[in-house]
C-alpha cells in the first residue's frame, strides 16, 4: 500500500544551519505531496505542499522538490532558527484523497 | 480566516466509557476526516466521511468507533468503550472537493483514558 518514510529524529542543529529531512515515499499513481509542522502543544499546520513532478512547494524559507524519479520529497532550509524547532511530518495524498503521514522528524534549534 | 474547531481540548475518561469528540468543519468542505496520534508516534488514518456515509476507514476504526454528521455543521467520533490504548491526539479534518486538496486540521481533542 502507499506509505512515507522520513528520515528518523530527533535532528539538532544550531541557529543558522542548513537542514535536510530525507523523505520517500511508495505509492500508487501520482499522489500529491505535503510537509505538515507540528510545534509543541498545537495541531498540524501544513508548510508547503506539491503537485506534481519537478514542482518545488516553498514557504517561510523552507523548501521541496517532488522527484518522482527518485520517490522523494526532501525538506530543505537554508537557515535555520529557534523557532522552526517543531515535528515535521512529510505525507502524500493517495488517489482517493486520503492523507498518509510518515513519522514525523523532531527538529530541535540550540541558539 | 476559516478554521476547523474540535472541542473539548482535552477530555480525561474512565476505561469503559463512552466518549463523543466534537469537530465543526469548515462551512463549504465536503470531505471530513479522523486522524489519531498516540504520543510522540505517527499520525494516523481512521476514517473519511463524504455524502453522508463513510468512504474509507482503517484498521484501527473498529466497532468501538462510529462517526456521525448529526446537523450541517457538526461531524462527531464517538468511541463506545474507551480502552487504555485510545489515550491518543484525535485531529479532525476536512477538505473542498477537487484534488489535489489540502486537508486542514483542527487543534486536536486529547483524550485520556484512565
Known amino acids: 500500500g502507499d506509505s512515507v518514510t522520513q528520515m528518523e529524529g530527533p535532528v539538532t542543529l544550531s541557529e543558522e544551519a542548513f537542514l535536510t529531512i530525507n523523505c520517500t515515499y511508495t505509492a500508487t499513481g501520482y499522489p500529491s505531496l505535503f510537509w505538515y509542522v507540528q510545534y509543541p502543544g498545537e495541531g498540524l499546520q501544513l508548510l508547503l505542499k506539491?503537485?506534481?513532478?519537478?514542482d518545488k512547494g516553498s514557504n517561510k524559507g523552507f523548501e521541496a522538490t517532488y522527484r518522482k524519479e527518485t520517490t522523494s520529497f526532501h525538506l530543505e532550509k537554508g537557515s535555520v532558527q529557534v523557532s522552526d524547532s517543531a515535528v515535521y511530518f512529510c505525507?502524500?495524498?493517495?488517489?482517493?484523497?486520503?492523507?498518509?503521514f510518515g513519522q514525523g522528524t523532531e527538529l530541535s534549534v540550540k541558539p | 480566516e476559516p478554521e476547523v474547531t474540535q472541542t473539548p481540548s482535552h477530555q480525561v475518561t474512565q476505561m469503559g466509557q463512552e466518549v463523543i469528540l466534537r469537530c465543526v468543519p469548515i462551512s463549504n468542505h465536503l470531505y471530513f476526516y479522523w486522524y489519531r496520534q498516540i504520543l510522540g508516534q505517527k499520525v494516523e488514518f481512521l476514517v473519511s466521511?463524504?455524502?453522508?456515509?463513510?468512504?474509507?476507514k482503517s484498521e484501527i476504526f473498529d466497532d468501538q468507533f462510529s462517526v456521525e454528521r448529526p446537523d450541517g455543521s457538526n461531524f462527531t467520533l464517538k468511541i463506545r468503550s474507551t480502552k487504555l490504548e485510545d489515550s491518543a491526539m484525535y485531529f479532525c479534518?476536512?477538505?473542498?472537493?477537487?484534488?489535489?486538496?489540502?486537508?486542514?486540521f483542527g487543534e486536536g481533542s486529547r483524550l485520556t483514558v484512565l
Open positions: 466521511f463524504y455524502n453522508n456515509e463513510i468512504s474509507e
Open positions: 506539491a503537485t506534481k513532478a519537478d
Open positions: 479534518a476536512s477538505r473542498t472537493s477537487g484534488s489535489p486538496g489540502e486537508l486542514f
Open positions: 505525507a502524500l495524498m493517495n488517489q482517493g484523497g486520503k492523507l498518509i
